[in-house]
Structure formats: structure tokens, C-alpha cells
């Protein structure tokens, strides 16, 4: 079975209730339909029914059938679709392709053609092909849908100045002079009203435009246009809609094989693939919504045969091509709607609409219906993603594919756009820069890009300018090399290290390695990141590493020393300081409190913990070779990142730092902040200290350095939001709930962590019900104290006169997290009907 098509147990759709032996079978299923599933289903259908008479006045169709598509879109689709919350319809996506369609062979046989594409989709979602469609380019896909929106834009605007328009882009500029030469005043003083009311709504400000904003401002824009233009008596061309009687249904295709192939295929892709990218989308939409009600993943392969099914449906009965469409889809979602039983009333509402408020649809200028679609339109041409192409430096396929759709048309356009996005990835996979330049005696020998049999010249030429017995670093900056290039790589390092030169092979990744490292590499193995060490020594780097001075070496155990006391929850042998309490699940190890057996990998050494080396004498980060790793590191940053960052460093030197916000975490090795938030320098002001604590202001044994940051934070750099921090395997909970004999010698560990001891009072419920994880219980009382202690620290920050201050002005927010590093996922602090919740934080693609 694919990967995408659910089990039936697991549709909400198809729900088995089970009654007990030997007794009647339940009665009928009554329909249930939830509140907010109707909300929405209005709500859509007050978009949709505008949308759709003017998508039908834009392709040239009978009115009727933008009517038809939208109701047998919301009906068929949406209920055999795989995507629950997609709504299907009429899309201005097709609008293009369907005004040329009629053109040329009528509306009889476009609506045969229709058919024609449904049948082919219905064959796709049966080979389970739907996921391919993914693999075009979203260069292609949003160049396709720029073209499509100026085409649009452009035919409208002649509707809108009151003309009509021609049939193709270059035919339309040329006429526009003319046209601007001949201006109706009645249709444009609408179509203006039509624009003004759409792009103002939206905006209303305050709490009566809050409540205002819940009517779609599509039907706000036409009513309102409607209901001027009739109070003025102005006389324009207004919607017709014939008698169902003469409704044109499917004929016979009529024109050459070839020809109606071509319709049929064009059709068929531009239905398929913005169904499916809007099936993703939506997908996406959902995860990022707030609170339950999520209806799992669509089914792609499904909602091919929905779709495929409703254009059947559709051509069958006179209707226009249905695909997703993203308006109606997005304000399904944000409107609250839970099950396919939104998109399904929509299309019930429409066809209600259809039958019996034909009097009232009849009163809308057409200048109305071709000023809102020449906004869709031109909002097609999104610059959203013109930034995002750019910054994929996919600028030239999107500028390609819309300037021939536009041109020529979508299938060609498509087809041109594909050989482009082909050729621009033939030239990437083949254009790879080969530099060498001599620093204090080294030599480095940088590799941008693939090594392919291509550069071998151009390779053999730069490391053939390192002289013999020389030092010799050859960075690899790319993911493929073929085996000319290895082969060649590999002879010159032979020689070179043959005639006492020494070679060091490096990269980006750790695993942008050739094969074969001890062959290529007379280094140590230590200073080989993705090396063996052939003592036998555990390797604890992973591939995914992006640091590079994360070491492999055999743990060396810390000498007893037998003069220092381990603290409550600690263990003989370490010094914890900053973040000393590096235990997964709060385990205590052998050797450590880290529960690793010693300092040398993955919750080794926290900033500012001390060990010595039995004998030597030596600062821990000196290795047995007296090479340094922290000289490494450093190295390897002024080598690889710092000419990334020296650009956006010179200017934070010059401007000065204005972090957005101050977090406030704890000290452990394992909490990296800037990995958590994905942030950069500038970003975070950051402090840090054992147990993420913040004691509150004049506490007995206060710490006023924590105090200080928050206020500098505040007061002077004006942080808009502080973050309290805590996270899993946290050794000072552990230390907290362990430390249970009051007559200690009081430690400066054991002074610190008394700021502690009312997160132990709000753990027992003192101060108000304990915070909880979404999903699951805490794995066991040091979790408990540690989604306890990020509530109570968050409680001591609105104690200090400077946030106080702050949050009443409303210029400031607190956040509490919680970081699970075994799972490696960010739980955010939320409140639910007065009791605190820890939700997990998604995956999504927060810029749609």
C-alpha cells in the first residue's frame, strides 16, 4: 500500500461503532455537522459565489458554468478528494487555458475536454503518480501562475475601462491606447469603487473592524459596488443568467486529434498540479493552526481521483474545469473548519444560490465581477515568491516561464520553463570553482561546488601549484565527487605525502569526505573529522554535526581527587558549574554527572567546568598530542565562517547591538541557543546559568548579575520579548528534588539553587496547578519540577520593576520553553482555561 493512502481505521470519515452481541443493530447515522464547520461553509460561500461568476465573465464561459464548477467542485471534490479542508472550484489558475479553449473549439467541446482531463487525472491517482507532480520546480509552478495572473489582469482591464477584450496579451497592449482614448465612465467609476472597497476592508482598523472583517471583503466589494451603481441608476452591462432550460451541457469533441490531445493534457496538468501543491499548502495551514482539530495529512493520490471525478461531473453537466483553489482554501482553514463537511455545504449553498437568488445575481455590473478578478490577477504575481526564487537563484526559470506563458501560452510555457530549470541544474552540477592561495605557509586549495571528471584539469592545475614538502589543505565545498575526480585527488596525495608534504582534507559537512580518509590524510585521525581512530576509540560524532571542533577520542576517566564534596545530586570527581549537571533523563554516570564516563564527547565539559588530566597538569582541552582544540576550532572558524559572517559582523560593530529578545536558559553544554532558535549574531541576548533561575529582586543570597541583564535588556536595549528556558536530563532539578538533608554545609551550588526551592512548592501545587506537557505525562518528577521551575522563574521576572514596567506599557512579552534534548523538540508555554500547557512547536512553513 503507498506511503499516502490512509488505512480506513484511520479516517475520521469512516468511524466504526461497535454495539454489543446479540442486539439490534444501531439505527440510521444522523448527519452531524459542527458549528464550525457551517461558520466556515458560509464563510467560503460568500467568496466563492463572486469568485466564480467572474472567473466565468474572464474565460469567455455561460455564467452558469462558473456556478456549476463551484458547486460540483465544493459536492464531488470535496467529498472523494483526499484533501478534507481543500476547496475546489473554478480557479483563476485556468482561466487562461479555458478562454482559450472556447475560443477555438466552443464551449460544447471544452466542456468534452473537461471530461476528457477528469478521466486522465482518474487514471493518474490509480498509478499512484501523484507525488511526482511535487517534483516540479516551484520556480515553474509560480512563473507559471504569474503569467496566468497578467494574462488575466491584463484581458480585465479592458472590461474594467469599459471595452472588451482581445484574445491575447500582445493583442491586448496594443489595443489598451485605444482603449484608454475611449474611457466609460459609469464602468470605471465601479470598477474603482469595485477595488477600493476590496483593498480598504481588510484594513479597517479597531474592534468594529474586527467584527467587520469577518464578511469576505470579495462580497463586501461587489455588493457594495451593486448597491451604489443601482442607487445612481447607471446604466451598465450587467450579469445574465439564461434559463436553466438553455443551459449548454458536453457535446462531442469536435477538431483534430491532435489538437484536442494537447487541450486535454494542458488541462490535465495545470487541474493536477495546483490541486496538489494547494493540497500541500493546506496541509501546512492546518499544522500551524492553534489547538485540536487537526484532520491528518491529504492523501495526494485521493484527491487526484476526487478531482479527476469532479471534472467529470463538472464537464458533464456544463461547467467550467474545477481545480484547489487557495483563497477559498485558506479562509476555509482560518474560518475553523474541521472535516470535509465545510467544503461540501459550500457547494449545498452554492447550488441554493443558483436556483434561487438568480433576481439578485442579475443586478451586478460586469465591470464589478472584471475589477475583482483583475485583482486575483495581479495578486497571482506574488513577490513573495519572486524573493524566494531569487534567493534559490531560480530568478531565471520563473523569469522564463511567466514571460512565455504569457507569451505563447501555459503548456509552452511549462514546457519551456522545464528546459531552462534543466539546464540551470546541468550547469550548477558541472561549474565548480577551484582556487589556491598560500597562507603563512600553508597552502589552501578550496573546492566550491561538484567534482566531476569536468574539473579534473582545472583540479590537477591548482594542486599542482603546492610545492613539495609542503603544508597542503584541500577543502571540499560540495556533496558529489565521481571517481575521475577521486582518482585524481587521490595520485596527487600519494605523491605529495610521499615527498614529505603533508595533506589535510576537509569540508563543510563531516561526511563530504572521498572514500577513503586514511589513504588521503597524513593527520591524525583526530583531526579528521569523519575518521576512525585505530586505537578502537569510540567515535561520537554523527555526520549531522555542523561544528567542526567536535572531536572524536577515547574517554579518559577524571582522577579522584578525593578533596571535593559532590553537591546534592552530583557525583565525586567534576566540578559543576555553569550548566554542571549534563545527565540524560537525569542519570548519573560512572564517572561524571553527565552520565558519559568522562569530558570527551556529547555532554562533555560545560563553559566554565574545570578537569585535569591525571599527571598532566595540562588545561583539559589540550590533548595528548598537545594540539589544541580550541585553537582548532578558532582555526577552522576564521578558515570557513568567519568570511560568511565578517560582512553582517562589521555592521553590528558599527550600529550596535539591538537584540529582539533576552533568553534566559540554562548553562548545559547540550542547550545550544542559537541552534534551538535558528539565530544569528545580534539576535538573542543571552543569559545563563545553573537551573535557568531568575531570583527575585532583594532575595536573600541574590545573584544581582542576573538582575543587571534583565535590566540592561529592558531598560536599555529594549528587548521586546524575554524567554525562560529550561529543558530535559536538567542536573539542578535533579539536584533540587536529591537534596533532602537541610544541615549541609551550604556550598555556593547550594545557595544558588535555594532560588529554586518555590519551584518545589509550585510542583506540589502550591501557587497554582503544575504545568503539563501536550500529549503525554512527564516522564518523571525532574521533568515535572523542570515545566514547573519555567513557570516560576517566568512568575519571579514580573517581580522585577523593570519587566513589571514593561509589560504594562505593552512592551514586552514573556515566553516560557521547555527543550527536550532526546527528542530534540521545543515545547512553548501556552495557557488553556487557567491551567499552563507545554505544546509541542511543529514543523511548518511559517512564511505562507
Given at each position: 500500500m503507498?506511503?499516502?493512502?490512509?488505512a480506513?481505521a484511520?479516517d475520521?470519515?469512516?468511524t466504526?461503532?461497535?454495539h454489543?452481541p446479540?442486539?439490534?443493530?444501531?439505527?440510521?447515522?444522523?448527519?452531524?455537522?459542527?458549528?464550525?464547520?457551517m461558520?466556515?461553509?458560509v464563510?467560503v460561500f460568500l467568496?466563492a459565489?463572486?469568485?466564480?461568476?467572474?472567473?466565468?465573465?474572464?474565460?469567455?464561459?455561460?455564467?452558469q458554468?462558473?456556478?456549476?464548477?463551484?458547486?460540483?467542485?465544493?459536492?464531488?471534490?470535496?467529498r472523494?478528494?483526499?484533501s478534507?479542508?481543500q476547496?475546489?472550484g473554478?480557479?483563476?489558475g485556468?482561466?487562461?487555458?479555458?478562454?482559450?479553449?472556447?475560443?477555438?473549439?466552443g464551449?460544447r467541446?471544452?466542456?468534452?475536454?473537461?471530461?476528457?482531463?477528469?478521466?486522465?487525472?482518474?487514471g493518474?491517482g490509480?498509478?499512484?503518480v501523484?507525488?511526482g507532480?511535487l517534483a516540479?520546480?516551484p520556480?515553474?509552478?509560480?512563473?507559471?501562475?504569474?503569467g496566468?495572473?497578467v494574462t488575466?489582469?491584463?484581458?480585465q482591464?479592458?472590461?474594467?475601462?469599459?471595452g472588451t477584450?482581445?484574445?491575447?496579451?500582445?493583442?491586448?497592449?496594443?489595443?489598451?491606447?485605444?482603449?484608454?482614448a475611449?474611457l466609460?465612465?459609469?464602468?470605471?467609476s465601479?470598477s474603482?469603487?469595485?477595488?477600493?472597497l476590496l483593498l480598504?476592508?481588510p484594513?479597517?482598523?479597531?474592534?468594529p473592524?474586527r467584527?467587520?472583517?469577518?464578511i469576505?471583503?470579495a462580497l463586501?466589494?461587489?455588493?457594495?459596488a451593486?448597491?451604489?451603481?443601482?442607487?445612481?441608476?447607471?446604466?451598465?452591462?450587467?450579469?445574465?443568467?439564461?434559463s436553466?432550460?438553455n443551459?449548454?451541457?458536453?457535446?462531442?469533441?469536435?477538431?483534430?486529434?491532435?489538437?484536442?490531445?494537447?487541450?486535454v493534457?494542458?488541462t490535465t496538468?495545470?487541474?493536477s498540479?495546483?490541486s496538489l501543491?494547494?493540497?500541500?499548502a493546506v496541509?501546512k495551514?492546518?499544522s500551524a493552526?492553534?489547538?485540536?482539530?487537526?484532520t491528518?495529512r491529504?492523501d495526494?493520490?485521493r484527491?487526484?481521483?476526487?478531482q479527476g471525478?469532479?471534472?467529470?461531473a463538472s464537464g458533464?453537466?456544463?461547467?467550467l474545469?474545477?481545480?484547489?483553489?487557495?483563497?477559498?482554501?485558506?479562509?476555509?482553514?482560518?474560518?475553523?473548519a474541521v472535516?470535509?463537511?465545510s467544503?461540501?455545504?459550500h457547494?449545498?449553498l452554492?447550488?441554493?444560490?443558483a436556483?434561487?437568488m438568480?433576481p439578485?445575481?442579475?443586478c451586478?455590473?460586469?465591470?464589478?465581477l472584471?475589477?475583482?478578478?483583475?485583482?486575483?490577477g495581479?495578486?497571482?504575481?506574488?513577490?513573495?515568491?519572486?524573493r524566494?526564487v531569487?534567493?534559490?537563484?531560480?530568478v531565471l526559470v520563473?523569469?522564463?516561464?511567466?514571460l512565455c506563458?504569457?507569451?505563447?501560452?501555459v503548456?509552452e510555457?511549462?514546457?519551456l520553463g522545464?528546459a531552462?530549470?534543466?539546464?540551470?541544474?546541468?550547469h550548477?552540477?558541472?561549474?565548480?570553482?577551484i582556487?589556491h592561495?598560500e597562507e603563512?605557509?600553508?597552502?589552501?586549495?578550496?573546492?566550491?561546488?561538484?567534482l566531476t571528471?569536468?574539473a579534473?584539469?582545472?583540479l590537477s592545475?591548482?594542486l599542482?601549484?603546492?610545492?613539495?614538502?609542503?603544508?597542503a589543505?584541500?577543502a571540499?565545498?560540495?556533496?558529489?565527487?565521481?571517481h575521475?575526480?577521486?582518482?585524481a585527488?587521490?595520485?596527487w596525495?600519494?605523491?605529495?605525502?610521499?615527498?614529505?608534504?603533508?595533506?589535510e582534507?576537509?569540508?563543510?559537512?563531516?561526511?563530504?569526505?572521498i572514500?577513503?580518509p586514511?589513504?588521503?590524510?597524513?593527520a591524525?585521525?583526530?583531526?579528521?573529522?569523519g575518521?576512525?581512530?585505530?586505537?578502537?576509540?569510540?567515535c561520537?560524532?554523527?555526520?549531522?554535526?555542523?561544528?567542526?571542533?567536535?572531536?572524536?577520542?577515547?574517554?579518559r576517566?577524571?582522577?579522584?581527587?578525593?578533596?571535593?564534596?559532590a553537591?546534592?545530586?552530583?557525583?565525586?570527581?567534576?566540578d559543576?558549574?555553569?550548566?554542571?549537571?549534563?545527565?540524560?533523563?537525569?542519570?548519573?554516570?560512572p564517572n561524571?554527572a553527565?552520565?558519559?564516563?568522562?569530558?570527551?564527547?556529547?555532554?562533555?565539559?560545560?563553559?566554565?567546568?574545570?578537569r585535569t588530566?591525571?599527571?598532566a597538569?595540562?588545561?583539559g582541552?589540550?590533548?595528548s598530542?598537545?594540539?589544541?582544540?580550541?585553537?582548532?576550532?578558532i582555526?577552522?572558524?576564521?578558515?570557513?565562517?568567519?568570511?560568511?559572517?565578517?560582512?553582517?559582523?562589521a555592521?553590528?560593530?558599527?550600529?550596535?547591538q539591538r537584540?529582539?529578545?533576552?533568553?534566559?536558559?540554562?548553562?548545559?553544554?547540550?542547550v545550544?541557543?542559537?541552534m534551538i532558535?535558528?539565530s544569528?549574531?545580534g539576535?538573542?541576548f543571552?543569559?545563563?546559568?545553573v537551573?535557568?533561575?531568575?531570583?527575585p529582586?532583594?532575595?536573600?543570597?541574590g545573584?544581582?548579575?542576573?538582575?543587571?541583564?534583565?535590566?540592561?535588556?529592558v531598560?536599555?536595549?529594549?528587548?521586546?520579548?524575554?524567554?525562560?528556558c529550561g529543558h530535559?536530563?536538567?542536573?539542578?532539578?535533579?539536584?533540587?528534588l536529591d537534596?533532602t538533608?537541610?544541615?549541609?554545609?551550604?556550598?555556593p551550588?547550594?545557595?544558588w539553587l535555594r532560588?529554586g526551592?518555590?519551584?518545589?512548592?509550585?510542583?506540589?501545587?502550591?501557587g497554582g496547578?503544575?504545568?503539563?506537557?501536550?500529549?503525554?505525562?512527564p516522564?518523571?518528577?525532574?521533568?515535572t519540577l523542570?515545566?514547573a521551575?519555567v513557570?516560576?522563574?517566568?512568575e519571579?521576572?514580573?517581580a522585577h520593576?523593570?519587566v513589571?514596567?514593561?509589560?504594562?506599557?505593552?512592551?514586552?512579552e514573556l515566553?516560557g520553553l521547555y527543550?527536550h534534548?532526546?527528542?530534540?523538540?521545543?515545547y512553548?508555554l501556552?495557557e488553556?482555561?487557567?491551567?499552563?500547557?507545554?505544546d509541542?512547536v511543529r514543523?511548518?512553513?511559517l512564511a505562507?
Open positions: 503507498s506511503a499516502c493512502v490512509p480506513r484511520a475520521a470519515d469512516h466504526e461503532r461497535a454489543p446479540h442486539s439490534p443493530p444501531p439505527g440510521p447515522r444522523r448527519l452531524r455537522i459542527a458549528s464550525a464547520d461558520s466556515a461553509a464563510a467568496i459565489l463572486p469568485l466564480s461568476l467572474g472567473i466565468a465573465l474572464a474565460t469567455g464561459a455561460p455564467l458554468a462558473g456556478l456549476v464548477a463551484a458547486a460540483v467542485g465544493g459536492i464531488v471534490a470535496g472523494i478528494g483526499g478534507p479542508l476547496v475546489s473554478p480557479a483563476a485556468l482561466t487562461v487555458v479555458t478562454a482559450d479553449l472556447i475560443q477555438q473549439y464551449w467541446t471544452t466542456c468534452a475536454i473537461t471530461v476528457l482531463a477528469g478521466l486522465v487525472q482518474i493518474l490509480c498509478l499512484r501523484a507525488r507532480a516540479v520546480s520556480a515553474i509552478v509560480h512563473g507559471m501562475l504569474a496566468i495572473g488575466i489582469a491584463v484581458a482591464l479592458h472590461i474594467v475601462l469599459g477584450p482581445q484574445s491575447s496579451v500582445p493583442d491586448n497592449l496594443r489595443a489598451l491606447p485605444a482603449q484608454l475611449d466609460h465612465p459609469a464602468s470605471l465601479v474603482l469603487l469595485t477595488l477600493t480598504l476592508w484594513r479597517l482598523p479597531g474592534r473592524g467584527l467587520l472583517r469577518v469576505p471583503a463586501v466589494a461587489v455588493a457594495g451593486t448597491a451604489i451603481a443601482a442607487a445612481a441608476g447607471l446604466v451598465l452591462p450587467k450579469v445574465d443568467l439564461p436553466w432550460r443551459h449548454a451541457l458536453a457535446g462531442l469533441p469536435e477538431g483534430p486529434a491532435l489538437g484536442l490531445a494537447a487541450a493534457l494542458t496538468l495545470v487541474c498540479v495546483q501543491l494547494g493540497a500541500v496541509d495551514l492546518v493552526r492553534p489547538g485540536p482539530g487537526h491528518g491529504s495526494l493520490d484527491e487526484l481521483l476526487g471525478t469532479a471534472n467529470i458533464s453537466l456544463g461547467g474545469p474545477v481545480a484547489g483553489v487557495a483563497v477559498r482554501s485558506s479562509a476555509n482553514v482560518h474560518a475553523g472535516s470535509r463537511n467544503t461540501m455545504l457547494g449545498v452554492v447550488v441554493a444560490a436556483l434561487l438568480v439578485l445575481l442579475e451586478i455590473p460586469l465591470a464589478s472584471a475589477a475583482l478578478v483583475m485583482a486575483v495581479v495578486q497571482m504575481v506574488s513577490l513573495h515568491h519572486i524566494t531569487t534567493r534559490h537563484r531560480e520563473y523569469v522564463v516561464t511567466t506563458v504569457v507569451s505563447l501560452g503548456l510555457g511549462v514546457a522545464i531552462v530549470a534543466v539546464g540551470v541544474a546541468l550548477r552540477l558541472t561549474r565548480t570553482r582556487t592561495q603563512e605557509g600553508v597552502h589552501h586549495v578550496h573546492v566550491r561546488g561538484q571528471f569536468l579534473v584539469p582545472r592545475r591548482a599542482h601549484l603546492v610545492p613539495r614538502s609542503a603544508r589543505v584541500v571540499l565545498d560540495g556533496s558529489f565527487m565521481d575521475a575526480a577521486f582518482e585527488l587521490q595520485d596525495q600519494s605523491t605529495h605525502t610521499t615527498g614529505g608534504g603533508t595533506v582534507i576537509t569540508g563543510r559537512r563531516a561526511d563530504l569526505r572514500a577513503e586514511a589513504a588521503l590524510s597524513s591524525h585521525p583526530a583531526d579528521v573529522p575518521a576512525t581512530d585505530p586505537s578502537g576509540a569510540d561520537r560524532c554523527r555526520p549531522w554535526t555542523a561544528w567542526r571542533n567536535h572531536q572524536c577520542e577515547r574517554p576517566p577524571l582522577p579522584d581527587t578525593g578533596h571535593r564534596s553537591p546534592a545530586g552530583g557525583t565525586a570527581g567534576t559543576r558549574t555553569a550548566g554542571g549537571a549534563n545527565r540524560p533523563d537525569g542519570a548519573n554516570g561524571g553527565d552520565g558519559t564516563g568522562g569530558p570527551g564527547g556529547p555532554g562533555g565539559p560545560a563553559d566554565g567546568e574545570r588530566d591525571e599527571g597538569g595540562a588545561p582541552w589540550l590533548d598530542t598537545g594540539g589544541s582544540r580550541l585553537v582548532r576550532g582555526s577552522t572558524f576564521q578558515r570557513n565562517t568567519a568570511p560568511l559572517v565578517r560582512g553582517e559582523l555592521r553590528l560593530a558599527r550600529e550596535g537584540p529582539a529578545q533576552l533568553f534566559l536558559t540554562c548553562a548545559d553544554s547540550r545550544v541557543t542559537s532558535t535558528s544569528g549574531p539576535d538573542l543571552v543569559v545563563r546559568n537551573g535557568n533561575l531568575v531570583p529582586p532583594g532575595a536573600e543570597s545573584d544581582d548579575s542576573v538582575a543587571a541583564a534583565i535590566e540592561y535588556a531598560d536599555v536595549l529594549a528587548v521586546r520579548s524575554i524567554t525562560v530535559s536530563g536538567c542536573g539542578a532539578m535533579q539536584a533540587l537534596d538533608e537541610p544541615g549541609c554545609a551550604l556550598t551550588l547550594r545557595r532560588h526551592q518555590p519551584s518545589l512548592q509550585r510542583m506540589a501545587g502550591v496547578p503544575p504545568a503539563r506537557l501536550t500529549g503525554r505525562a516522564a518523571d518528577a525532574a521533568e523542570s515545566l521551575n513557570v516560576q522563574q517566568l519571579h521576572l514580573r520593576e523593570s513589571a514596567r514593561a509589560l504594562q506599557d505593552g512592551a514586552l515566553h527543550f534534548v532526546g527528542e530534540a523538540q521545543a512553548l501556552t488553556r482555561d487557567e491551567e499552563r500547557v507545554f509541542r514543523a511548518v512553513d505562507r
